[in-house]
Every structure is written in C-alpha cells, then in structure tokens.
C-alpha cells in the first residue's frame, strides 16, 4: 500500500513541476480557470461540464508528456541533434493539435449560448 500511495505523491510532484517549469503549462492553467469561470456565469449542462473537463484535462495530460520528452531529450543529449528536435517538435505539436481541437469545442459549447 505505501507504494500505491507513494506514487500519488510522485505524480503530484510531476504536475507541481510541470506548472513551475513550464510556462506553457501556465498558460493553459491560466485559460482552464478562465473557461471554468465562463462555465459558471453560463450555466452549462452535465454533459457540457464533462466536455470541458475532459478537454481541460487533456490539454493538461499532453503539456506534461511534453515536458517529460523534453525533459528525456535535454537527457540524453547536449547536442543539438535532428532525431531530438522532431520529437520535441511532435511533442509539442501534439499539445497544440489538442489545443485547437479544445478551442474549437469551446466555441461549439459557448458560442451558443452567447450569441444564439
């Protein structure tokens, strides 16, 4: 059992670096507040709210896969080596694909609601 629970601690710990490392990161948490906040004055549906969670937490999954390849890459080598940069550059372009992906629903959720 306290190797379950250790490895609670050790993801919390992950998620703690991710926001102080990566301003990233931040900028989603920043843009999660900002939506939970609009959710709220916007009276979503049950559905709605799952949506947003699971696309928050998802952006949020993927910012942090990110850095852990970055994280692995900055390891491994010092150099600059092509083989690195692709798989930083697709670490991050998976975040942004997600990201534009979770705007978009965004905009299928509130826009309704807003304007209709």
Same mark, same amino acid.
């Given at each position: ?6 490895? %609670?601690?050790?993801?919390? &710990? ?23 906040? =609009? ?13 947003? %969670? ?8 993927? &910012?942090?896969?990110?850095? =852990?390849? &970055? ?24 975040? %942004?694909?997600? =990201? ?17």
């Amino acid at each position: 059992m306290g190797k379950f629970l250790k490895s %609670f601690i050790y993801a919390w &710990e992950g998620i703690k670096d991710g926001f102080r490392q990566g301003r990233n990161m931040k900028s989603h948490g920043l843009s999660a507040v900002i939506v939970l906040i =609009a959710g709220c004055f916007t009276g979503l549906s049950q559905i709605e709210w799952m949506i947003i %969670f699971i696309v928050i937490a998802g952006v949020m999954a993927l &910012e942090l896969m990110n850095t =852990a390849v &970055e994280y692995v890459v900055d390891l491994v080598t010092t150099e600059f080596h092509p083989l690195a940069k692709k798989a930083k550059d697709i670490a991050a372009g998976s975040v %942004f694909v997600f =990201a534009i992906a979770s705007a978009i629903i965004g905009c299928i959720i509130f826009f309704p609601k807003w304007f209709g």
